[in-house]
DNA sequence: CTACCATCCTGGTTGC
DNA sequence: TGCAACCAGGATGGTA
């Protein structure tokens, strides 16, 4: 499910039922993460209270009243649902259960296990080793196009590759990746460092656009609900091209025969999907 | 630095 | 219908 949109829209669930709430009971079922939880998680995280819900790119930083802070990503599978206690029964891949003291009951659940959680100190945050080193938020000021053709300067990879890696900047993943790109009518192939001037612009405002109007539709859903509430977002409707091989791109006028609409290449083992006519 | 690959897991879909 | 191959929102570490 989770790239920035996804998360942000699960983090705005939980921030309205969650910030000020004790919580009064951690249960830990499963504890082999993509890493292990910290020692005592479940412990460490008992009887405190949530004094704020943030976000880091594609990781859920909830704030503790103990300067502590529950670092949550959800990988590729993650979810985390909000409910009454016990609305069905705990399945095989509800890792943690955590009841609140106003009765309400969060679950983490992830079939994959691709997902990972710690505690860290709310005064490293920034240097925790997830969070070092990551690019700026792509909603943000700092994310310009002049960030962006500086960090791309030299660069060989393609756009594509620049867009997926986190530290040139936070909580793009393929799919918004693919769309962005699409609105930027640029290439998923073109070199990083030619990304500069109106091509930097047009790729800074379609991020910036794309993850916007997806947070907006409370994220794309695939096979796994997105918010917090259980409800399923419906960005995916919105798509241009993820997932859309073959069919005519939405924003060309040419013939889907000749062409053979969208199109889609494996770039470093994922799935790109575009439009070779009207992206350059 | 770069591209590419496998890896960690499970489950849903596709194709024979 | 059954079964195997393939694919999936992420991130990392190794190789050449």
Redesign the pocket.
């Known amino acids: 499910?989770?790239?920035l949109p996804?998360v942000e829209t699960v983090c705005r669930g939980l921030a309205s039922k969650l910030e000020g709430r004790g919580l009064a009971t951690v249960v830990q079922r499963r504890a082999?993460l993509?890493f292990p939880l910290p020692p005592d998680f479940a412990a460490r995280l008992t009887g405190r209270r949530v004094a704020r819900i943030g976000r880091r790119?594609?990781y859920i930083l909830v704030h503790l009243d103990d300067q502590m802070v529950w670092l949550v990503?959800l990988?590729?599978?993650g979810r985390i649902i909000l409910g009454p206690p016990e609305a069905t029964p705990p399945g095989?891949?509800d890792h943690v259960v955590v009841l609140t003291d106003d009765g309400t009951e969060l679950r983490y659940t992830d079939?994959?296990?691709?997902g990972m959680m710690d505690l860290v100190p709310a005064a490293g945050l920034a240097d925790c080793r997830?969070l070092a080193g990551m690019g700026p938020e792509p909603l943000e000021a700092d994310f310009s196009p002049a960030y962006l053709s500086r960090v791309l300067a030299?660069?060989?990879?393609?756009v594509k590759?620049a867009l997926?890696d986190?530290k040139i900047v936070a909580g793009?993943?393929?799919?918004y990746a693919c769309e962005s790109l699409f609105r930027a009518r640029l290439s998923p192939l073109r070199r990083?460092?030619t990304l500069t001037g109106a091509r930097a612009r047009r790729l800074v405002a379609a991020v910036k656009a794309v993850l916007a109007e997806a947070i907006a539709a409370g994220?794309?859903?695939?096979?796994?609900y997105?918010q917090a509430s259980g409800e399923l977002?419906y960005f995916q409707h919105q798509w241009a091209v993820y997932d859309r091989e073959g069919e005519a791109c939405p924003g060309c006028t040419c013939d889907r025969a000749r062409t053979g609409g969208i199109g889609r290449l494996v770039?470093?083992?994922?799935?790109t999907f575009y439009c070779p006519v009207r992206q350059r």
């Open positions: 499910m989770p790239e996804e082999d993509r790119g594609k990503h990988g590729m599978s095989p891949h079939a994959r296990r691709f997830a030299g660069r060989q990879m393609p590759a997926l986190q793009i993943g393929n799919i990083a460092h994220g794309s859903s695939l096979r796994d997105v977002g770039q470093s083992g994922r799935s």
